[in-house]
Structures are given as C-alpha cells and as structure tokens.
C-alpha cells in the first residue's frame, strides 16, 4: 500500500506531531548559520503572485531585546527576555517595489497594487502565510517556536519600523528548556473540519 503522505514518519513528527509551541528555552545560541538556513528553506513557500512581503527583524542585541520586551503583553515579557533568539515578523506594506524582481514575467504586476488598503491588505495575508511556513523552518531546523500576538503592536511598527512594515507575530527561538511544554490540547477531527460537496 502506498504511503499517504511522502515526508518521513521522522519528519511528520518533527514539523507538526511532536512539535510544539515552547514557554522556555536553554541558553543555547541560535547562530546566524542557522537562520540563514531556514530562511533559504522556507523562502520557497507559495504567496501570491510571488509577493513574498514577510520581513524578518532578529532581535540580538540587549538595548533593542529590552525596548522589546517592553512592548510585550505582561505574559509574555519574561519569555521574551529569556529566549535565545527574537524574531519580529512583519508584513512589508511597500512589497509591491520588489514585484519587477520577483514576477518578472508580468511587466504591469506593480500597478495591480496602486490602491494602499488593497495593498496592505495582500501584504498582511501573503505575509501571515509566510509566519506560518516561518514557524515550520525553525521547526524543520531542530529548534522550537514559540510565536506570540500578546504585544503593542502600534508601539512595535513605531519602534522597529519606519511605517512601512507592519508587525505580525514575535517569534521566540532556540532549544527548549525546562518545563517548555503546556500540555497538548485536543484538536479537531478531519470530520469536524473537512467537507465534501
């Protein structure tokens, strides 16, 4: 019989059954090697028109991991402190500049995206696939992730950004620690989610 799915059961395990949202991290660095390699990985994923608007801040330094944290839900400040590596994800609003490059073959795909709230509005999808397949990359890299909402977003685009990016999700990275793991919390079945017609 053939397999139903053509990733190993390894590999099932490490990207989705087995992965998990870690709460606390070792103080293992995450090197810049290492991200590198899962951006080379995930950049590949599918957006539309091949946007590709993500944009990805890693926050290493400690005067800018700090103004962070204080952007934080209160939750989520010590977790944010603590991890190895920061990413702040965020959508490029302006990504439509980068069309020329990267859809080439369509010489008018710039001035599809003139209208600004249409434009921020395929930047923001296009950009909240990207975290997920984001997520995946550092999951496929050996790591943990641990992506967070709870934060100022306004406070965030005016401290990171120029205006021209808008935040998504803060990404906490590096290899879990102690007590990482809230319990795993059910999912819904294939019938509770899956429809024929």
């Not at 992965?19 to 991290?25: D, H, K, L, V």
């Not at 090197?31 to 080379?40: K, L, N, T, V, W």
């Not at 696939?129 to 050996?142: C, E, K, M, S, T």
């Not at 998504?168 to 024929?196: C, H």
Request: proline share 6%.
């Amino acid at each position: 019989m053939k397999m139903a799915l053509a990733l190993s059961s390894e590999a099932q395990d490490l990207l989705f059954r087995e992965a998990r949202t870690a709460n606390t991290f070792t103080d293992e660095p995450v090197g810049d090697e290492q991200m590198r390699a899962i951006y080379d990985l995930v950049k590949y994923a599918p957006t539309a028109m091949n946007q590709q608007p993500l944009r990805v801040l890693l926050v290493r330094g400690p005067e800018a991991r700090e103004r962070l944290v204080g952007l934080m839900s209160p939750g989520n400040r010590a977790k944010t402190a603590a991890a190895p590596l920061v990413a702040i994800l965020a959508a490029d609003l302006d990504f439509h500049e980068e069309l020329p490059k990267v859809f080439p073959h369509f010489a008018g795909a710039k001035d599809l995206f003139a209208d600004e709230a249409a434009r921020a509005q395929s930047a923001r999808f296009n950009a909240t696939l990207q975290v997920g397949y984001f997520i995946l990359g550092v999951r496929a890299a050996g790591l943990a992730a641990g992506p967070m909402a709870g934060y100022d977003a306004a406070g965030i685009d005016k401290e990171f950004f120029d205006g021209d990016h808008t935040v998504l999700a803060v990404v906490n990275i590096g290899r879990p620690g102690e007590n990482a793991w809230f319990d795993r919390l059910p999912r819904l079945s294939y019938d509770e989610v899956v429809t024929t017609v």
